[in-house]
């Protein structure tokens, strides 16, 4: 492992965040960084799985690099639930870990933020967040790291959504990742930190194709959201390794901190952010975070360096990251196909301009609820959620979007929603003719757009897809 030497930035002498600059300041007993090195050029990549193969966005290059170096492992002296938590190292072992690097080929189109993902391992391995947050991440030139963080991706094991086992990278193929290991979960936050780091360095500037970074942020989605949100209230504090942290549908609990499943139930609900780190945190909930996976527990007001978007009629996993796959799931209904992608997209650029110029996103309401034991969703007359982040999709409604189970559901689809399509009849009383209903959605859009709920990119299609909506004749 290699002592991190760092630019000063971040922190000033209170303690406060000052945009566009690196963190630095961590606890010296953590500021370890990782090595890295090209992977061998024998046997072929296994890339993350997702729905949306195909190639990079015109411009970009991809290469895998392993990191390796020495992490620890810690335990929770105090883990109190508003995030204030104090830890102590237990262990340390070794690792050798692989991370997946892509960015524009022209330093000119980079912007200067490196996105590191920790991937998802609920049923092998993934990046979702690399899925739902582009072309806005291509289109606006920043650099992602995708990195194997979990041990189920390296050395494979059985998947809290799987069926079965999940092979890993060094069973997939051997060749090319044989020289791969990881000593645990109970490890992955530091090693998480440490990849975070050494990304900083000078001497590894050939990771990143020689681009000079001068932020480095952190996402993660579903399991990969619970391991951040105990990240930012463990390990970023001691380590200072990211400018900000991106938490993408997190639920009540956080990760256990000795790497305990987080089916376990090791971790308590109710854990928020804790209220003193000096970068931004950003948390991005569906109706079924909220609701199913018990985030309502967790809730906390918006605050300085704090936001929260709670965002209606969407669900934990959707028709977007699943894609053409929809049907193959085997659920009784039509999956949620709600606003996810793009309002995910807008979130992120607000929070990506958050940590870079110090400008706060919008913070809406909060989804309603009718009752909050146990919490559950207010709707209208259409059955859309009432509160949170509004877009046309629950405004001007073709359909009842749901984050919720359907009830007798199999386990693989608890987290995907429904979408109840309206008949012909209702959308002629609720809007008489297309053009109607054209007119009032972009309305509604444009609203949507001025308070930064959607980007302005995202216009053109959506309006094509309002267009393509079926009316009476």
Not at 51 to 66: D, I, N, S
Not at 230 to 253: C, E, V, W
Not at 348 to 373: C, H, I, K, N, Y
Request: with cysteine.
């Amino acid at each position: 492992m290699v002592v991190a030497a760092v630019a000063t930035g971040c922190a000033n002498g209170g303690g406060g965040y000052r945009a566009g600059s690196l963190a630095t300041g961590s606890d010296p007993r953590y500021g370890t960084s990782a090595s890295f090195a090209v992977a061998p050029r024998v046997g072929k990549v296994i890339e993350p799985e997702s729905a949306h193969t195909g190639p990079l966005a015109a411009g970009y290059y991809e290469q895998e690099y392993f990191a390796s170096g020495t992490a620890m492992a810690f335990r929770g002296v105090s883990e109190p639930l508003d995030g204030r938590w104090v830890v102590q190292p237990t262990t340390s072992a070794t690792y050798a870990t692989r991370i997946l690097v892509r960015r524009p080929s022209d330093p000119k189109r980079f912007n200067g933020t490196v996105v590191v993902e920790w991937m998802n391992v609920s049923s092998g391995e993934s990046s979702p967040d690399w899925d739902y947050l582009n072309p806005a991440l291509s289109d606006a030139g920043f650099a992602y790291v995708a990195v194997s963080a979990q041990a189920l991706g390296v050395q494979g094991g059985r998947s809290i959504l799987g069926s079965g086992p999940s092979r890993g990278l060094v069973q997939q193929e051997p060749s090319r990742y044989g020289s791969l290991h990881h000593p645990g979960d109970a490890y992955a936050l530091d090693m998480f930190a440490q990849i975070g780091r050494g990304l900083r360095l000078g001497q590894n500037r050939f990771v990143l194709g020689g681009l000079q970074p001068s932020r480095i942020v952190a996402v993660g989605e579903s399991q990969s959201a619970f391991y951040l949100t105990t990240f930012a209230d463990a390990l970023q504090p001691l380590t200072r390794a990211y400018d900000g942290i991106f938490i993408h549908s997190r639920g009540g609990a956080g990760a256990a901190i000795d790497g305990a499943p987080i089916t376990s139930g090791a971790a308590p609900a109710g854990q928020r952010i804790r209220p003193d780190l000096d970068v931004p945190v950003f948390m991005f909930e569906t109706e079924t975070d909220l609701v199913e996976l018990g985030y309502a527990s967790a809730r906390q007001p918006d605050s300085r360096l704090i936001r929260t978007w709670e965002v209606a009629g969407t669900s934990h996993a959707d028709t977007w990251i699943v894609g053409n796959y929809a049907r193959a799931l085997g659920c009784p209904r039509p999956i949620n196909d709600g606003p996810q992608h793009p309002v995910v997209q807008a979130a992120f650029m607000a929070f990506a301009d958050w940590v870079t110029r110090g400008t706060e996103p919008p913070s809406p309401p909060p989804l309603q609820l009718a009752s909050t034991s146990p919490p559950t969703l207010a709707v209208d007359g259409n059955g859309n959620a009432r509160g949170g982040v509004r877009t046309p999709a629950v405004d001007v409604p073709i359909a009842t979007l749901s984050g919720a189970p359907v009830p007798g559901t199999k386990a693989l689809c608890l987290l995907f929603g429904s979408t109840t399509s309206f008949a012909p009849s209702k959308l002629q009383q609720l809007y008489h003719d297309r053009s109607n209903y054209l007119t009032l959605y972009g309305r509604d859009l444009d609203r949507a757009v001025k308070a930064g709920y959607i980007l302005d990119a995202d216009r053109s299609g959506l309006l094509q897809r309002a267009a393509q909506v079926p009316f009476p004749s």
